[in-house]
């Protein structure tokens, strides 16, 4: 198994899993994807241990690389809470909070950050991560790498564009984490990123945002479990919806679909930013400025990984085909909560809601699960007010948004953070 660029046609630079996973962003500025989808072994069984299937599923991806062995340990290291497929009324819900910062993130940053700590010990080397959030990535990162060997984080967030709880989970770090606040948006701290990346008096840098292989890798893992329980539950293939923004999660998403898993179709909910709609409508892509909304971490005018879904369906008509995406308004995402709350008695955060409103509209009666990306209580100033009910906070994210927070105020020049 070896990765190549989304940009390199001609597969001319070939790297090992391992390789891509410290690189981050290829040094054309592509992204990294494996040089074949393998089948699922047969040794992928719902009867292991979440831990042991997700080493299970991996070893395909990892096949002659130094983490292969390492891959079991790692897991169990990073996986160390539920994955909980939630069986509603009329719905499935894939509940990924459960983690210790209430994010589905929580996957990617741990396996990352467990992966790259074993390779940075080994080889007596150090690297800096540099991280753009537009909501739980920068939190979900930080808690993965804080005080993790040879490692330090630098987060970049948009000023005035996370939620509140969400901001106090980004800067309530030290050590070898520090936190950025850009007087920007998200795509100007995603350009940041790839600035710094590609500048060539800059060295030691990765990334860990989802254009990181490290962190698709675990995302894909939890479809293929998810689909597997859901069709061992009801003897059908689900229809899966997800809330997407920078397009990594559901990305997983077709990966698992590709090597096997259970996967009738996978439906992309999108917020005000229609970027993706807009060029399945139109066969021309068009990425813009973001547009602020409720769903704040879905708030992308460029996604990133839209390179990799272009590298596995590489024409408009197989895009057609395979992806589908609706755009959900914030009185819509407002109006779900509510009626979701009145009806089950269950609390939907904003990204959620999408999912949740674009079955309603589109996939009502089908077998169907949406993607619960994000713990409702993270979002207390637009949960609460609609449901006239307190969101009580997991320990864990109370602990974080307790502590006192540190951050330095930046503009959009990569050049400030170091």
Known sequence: ????????????????????????????????????????????????SYADFAAEVLKPFFEGDELYDELADICRGAFSFPVVLNELKDVSVLELFHGPT??????????????????LVRKGEKLCILVATSGDTGGAVASAFHK?????????????????????????WDDNISSFE???SFD???RMVKSAFVDPSLSGLSSANSINLGRLLPQMVYYVYASMLYKERTGKEPVIIIPSGNVGNCTGA????????????IVLAVNANTTIPEYLESGEYKPRDSVRTLANAMDVGAPSNMERLFSLFPSYEEMKENVSAWSVSD?????????????????????????????LDHFDGEPVIIVSTAHPAKFDTVVEPLIGATVPMPAALADLVNRPSTFTEIGTDYRELF
């Open 102 to 119: 209430s994010a589905f993130k929580d996957f990617g940053a741990r396996f990352l950050a467990f992966s790259m700590e074993k390779l």
């Open 188 to 190: 100007d701290c995603q």
């Open 182 to 184: 850009v007087r920007g």
């Open 331 to 359: 009185e819509e995402i407002k109006k779900t909560i509510v009626d979701e709350y009145r009806k089950e008695g269950y609390v939907l955060c904003p990204h959620t809601a999408c999912a949740e409103r674009v079955r």
């Open 254 to 265: 077709y990966w698992a679909k590709a090597i096997g898993a259970p996967i009738k179709r």
């Open 1 to 48: 198994m070896y990765y190549y660029s989304t940009r390199d046609k001609e597969r001319a630079v070939k790297l090992s899993a391992s390789q891509a996973i410290l690189k981050g962003l290829a040094a054309d500025g592509g992204l990294f994807v494996p040089s074949v989808l393998p089948a699922l072994s047969d040794k992928v069984s719902l009867s292991l």
């Open 148 to 172: 993790r060997q040879n490692l330090s984080v630098k987060v970049l967030f948009p000023k005035g564009r996370v939620a509140e709880r969400q901001r106090r989970q980004l800067t309530c």
